[in-house]
């Protein structure tokens, strides 16, 4: 057991924070599967959409597993025969990290699929019962919808936090008796495979999930509106169940796979920055932190799902969602700064400022989603007018609106990563020498501590993205049930607000991943440099020589390249 002290503690805080994530998950299933469905025609046409739903789910899941199972033993001989050959490994210890990234490639990827198949399973059960509730008003509908979304939101985010977790746990207690240092680094390098195993699932969900949904919706219009005439909905198309499943295994559990890779491939990205001050500074808790500020989006989840849950009335749908984000955008602050506060109180106010900026930039960047594709936004109005004259005025009116609309996030992601890695280069770090170099793993540090804190607004987020295709799939119900015009009324806004949760869901995932790449392209130079060197007889001189030589000839891998890019992006 190479884990000890302050840093087996905050390991356990992750797990702890994994499970009580879990357990929110499962007790919001619980009140969800509690309320009315409905009556006997509400429920045949849910059975429909759930049948099919959980058909594609159950063909999907078997090809990924078993392409995941063919790819997961093909890494673990290709390691082997890597590290016993150009690496000069012994055996035994090469066929230990083989065999631990085999199997992390395969738990990363069980755990992505159950991620998305429980995203699947709450829409599926909450559809009908949020249409049950628009008999009750807009606002009962849409906590009802929450409440199902919750599930999406806690059960994604949970599961990455607690599978990373338990495996760097459980691979500690695996040391060979190598330098503690080395230890870590195979640790995280197993851990990787984790990683790959959910990168793999997210894209044949997110990909087959969105070709299915695509064809389904247009197919459904193509059909119904142009061919026979008649309503979106209308229980005569038999393609509108089609797009009502693709509603669920496209925009809920292909998005929800996706959320999965990107929260499990960031954290471990700043665990293996981490690594490289740890092994300038002999402190383990650089490497640790992630996962403690893991369990920061935990409780900043919670106190966003009741803040939405809590609101009283509302003039427009996304009024709920908008005070849930900022409301879990300050707790994450508060808890954020708690955490480093706690663990480095000699670096906690640089460490603040580098998360915070991640944390404010990704609540920018979805409000300002929100401005562009709100119901009651000016621009949307504007796009409406022009209909008016014609499709060919909509598709420009839309084409240059979206144009725009990508200026304000770039700005802020820009902005936010610039500041976080000002914010880790001007930390002070006692024993992590001097110059250009370590200033320069500093700030990368501090755009993963970025990373890391926009991430904690993830369980929020995925939870205001499953609300959508949950009140989309409400509305096509009480269509298809012929209920009053009334309760299809209380259902119409809530089915359009779930339009601009999916687009700030993609803002949100863009700009995690923008913010995110100088911090993975830096851990793909480490992990190059560590086995150039030879990864059992690394040393931190050896290290930083290689990451020099790296860093000078690299230029893509510099902050204000890559910000320069993202303002040059703009320019079209």
Same mark, same amino acid.
Request: glycine share 12%; proline share 3%.
């Given at each position: 057991?190479?884990?000890?002290?302050?840093?087996?503690?905050?390991?356990?805080?992750?797990?702890?924070?994994?499970?009580? %994530?879990?357990?929110?998950?499962?007790?919001?299933?619980?009140?969800?599967?509690?309320?009315?469905?409905? &009556? *006997?025609?509400?429920? @045949?046409? /849910?059975?429909?959409?759930?049948?099919?739903? *959980?058909?594609?789910? $159950? *063909?999907?899941?078997?090809?990924?597993?078993?392409?995941?199972?063919?790819?997961?033993?093909?890494?673990?001989?290709?390691?082997?025969?890597?590290?016993?050959?150009?690496?000069?490994?012994?055996?035994?210890?090469?066929?230990?990290?083989?065999?631990?990234?085999?199997?992390?490639?395969?738990?990363?990827?069980?755990? =992505?699929?159950?991620?998305?198949?429980?995203?699947?399973?709450?829409?599926?059960?909450?559809?009908?019962?949020?249409?049950?509730?628009?008999?009750? +008003?807009?606002?009962?509908?849409?906590?009802?919808?929450?409440?199902?979304?919750?599930?999406?939101?806690?059960?994604?985010?949970?599961? =990455?936090?607690?599978?990373?977790?338990?495996?760097?746990?459980?691979?500690?207690?695996?040391?060979?008796?190598?330098?503690?240092?080395? @230890?870590?680094?195979?640790?995280?390098?197993?851990?990787?495979?984790?990683?790959?195993?959910?990168?793999?699932?997210?894209?044949?969900?997110?990909?087959?999930?969105?070709?299915?949904?695509?064809?389904?919706?247009? +197919?459904?219009?193509?059909?119904?509106?142009?061919?026979?005439?008649?309503?979106?909905?209308? !229980?005569?198309?038999?393609?509108?169940?089609?797009?009502?499943? %693709?509603?669920?295994?496209?925009?809920?559990?292909?998005r929800g796979a996706d959320i999965f890779e990107s929260v499990t491939a960031e954290t471990l990205g700043g665990m293996i920055i981490g690594w490289v001050l740890y092994v300038l500074t002999g402190d383990p808790l650089f490497m640790v932190l992630p996962l403690a500020i893991g369990a920061v989006g935990i409780v900043s989840t919670i106190a966003g799902i009741i803040s939405i849950l809590s609101y009283k009335q509302f003039k427009e749908p996304f009024e709920p969602f908008a005070f849930g984000i900022v409301v879990t955008s300050i707790v994450s602050v508060i808890a954020y700064a708690a955490v480093v506060y706690w663990l480095f109180p000699g670096q906690w106010l640089y460490m603040l400022g580098a998360g915070a900026a991640g944390i404010i930039g990704a609540t920018l960047v979805v409000l300002s989603t929100n401005r562009y594709t709100g119901m009651k936004a000016r621009i949307v109005?504007?796009?409406?007018?022009?209909?008016? $004259?014609? #499709?060919?005025?909509?598709?420009?009116?839309?084409?240059?609106? &979206?144009?725009?609309?990508?200026? @304000?996030?770039?700005?802020?992601?820009?902005?936010?990563?610039?500041?976080?890695?000002?914010?880790?280069?001007?930390?002070?770090?006692?024993?992590?020498?001097?110059? /250009?170099?370590?200033?320069?793993? *500093? %700030?990368?540090?501090?755009?993963?501590?970025?990373?890391?804190?926009?991430?904690?607004?993830?369980?929020?987020?995925?939870?205001?993205?499953?609300?959508? !295709?949950?009140?989309?799939?409400?509305?096509?119900?009480?269509?298809?049930?012929?209920? $009053?015009?009334?309760?299809?009324?209380?259902? @119409?806004?809530?089915?359009?607000?779930?339009?601009?949760?999916?687009?700030?869901?993609?803002?949100?995932?863009?700009?995690?991943?923008?913010?995110?790449?100088?911090?993975?392209?830096?851990?793909?130079?480490?992990?190059?440099?560590?086995?150039?060197? %030879?990864?059992?007889?690394?040393?931190?001189?050896?290290?930083?020589?290689?990451? $020099? +030589?790296?860093?000078?000839?690299?230029?893509?891998?510099? #902050? +204000?390249?890559?910000?320069?890019?993202?303002?040059?992006?703009?320019? !079209?």
């Open positions: 057991m190479i884990l000890s002290g302050l840093s087996l503690t905050i390991v356990l805080l992750a797990i702890a924070s994994g499970l009580i %994530g879990i357990i929110a998950a499962i007790l919001l299933y619980a009140v969800v599967r509690g309320y009315p469905m409905g &009556g *006997k025609r509400m429920i @045949e046409i /849910w059975e429909a959409i759930r049948e099919g739903s *959980k058909a594609y789910m $159950s *063909k999907q899941i078997k090809t990924i597993m078993l392409f995941t199972l063919g790819l997961a033993v093909a890494i673990a001989i290709m390691i082997y025969g890597i590290y016993t050959t150009a690496m000069n490994v012994e055996p035994l210890i090469a066929a230990k990290e083989a065999f631990l990234t085999g199997i992390s490639a395969l738990i990363g990827g069980g755990a =992505s699929v159950a991620a998305a198949f429980f995203s699947m399973d709450a829409s599926t059960r909450t559809n009908v019962r949020t249409t049950e509730a628009g008999k009750r +008003g807009s606002l009962a509908a849409l906590r009802v919808s929450v409440l199902g979304g919750g599930v999406l939101g806690f059960s994604v985010y949970s599961l =990455s936090l607690l599978g990373l977790s338990i495996l760097f746990l459980a691979y500690s207690l695996l040391a060979t008796g190598l330098p503690e240092m080395i @230890e870590f680094r195979m640790i995280l390098d197993a851990l990787a495979g984790f990683a790959f195993g959910a990168s793999l699932s997210a894209l044949f969900a997110q990909l087959g999930g969105g070709i299915y949904t695509k064809s389904a919706d247009i +197919g459904a219009d193509l059909v119904g509106k142009v061919e026979a005439g008649i309503p979106e909905d209308d !229980p005569r198309n038999p393609a509108v169940i089609a797009d009502q499943v %693709g509603d669920n295994v496209g925009d809920c559990a292909g109005r504007e796009v409406a007018e022009a209909s008016r $004259s014609g #499709p060919a005025l909509n598709i420009l009116g839309g084409l240059s609106v &979206g144009m725009r609309a990508v200026a @304000e996030p770039i700005i802020i992601i820009a902005a936010a990563l610039g500041v976080a890695f000002l914010c880790g280069k001007l930390m002070p770090i006692s024993g992590a020498g001097e110059g /250009w170099l370590i200033d320069f793993i *500093k %700030g990368v540090f501090g755009t993963a501590l970025a990373t890391r804190g926009m991430l904690s607004l993830a369980g929020t987020v995925m939870t205001l993205d499953g609300a959508g !295709p949950i009140t989309d799939n409400a509305a096509g119900i009480a269509e298809m049930s012929g209920l $009053s015009k009334e309760i299809r009324e209380n259902l @119409e806004p809530l089915d359009a607000v779930g339009n601009t949760t999916k687009a700030l869901t993609k803002g949100y995932a863009m700009a995690s991943a923008t913010i995110a790449t100088l911090l993975l392209f830096q851990a793909f130079i480490q992990d190059y440099v560590a086995r150039e060197v %030879g990864i059992t007889t690394l040393t931190p001189a050896a290290l930083l020589e290689g990451m $020099s +030589g790296f860093i000078n000839e690299l230029l893509l891998i510099k #902050p +204000g390249i890559i910000i320069a890019v993202l303002i040059g992006a703009l320019l !079209p």
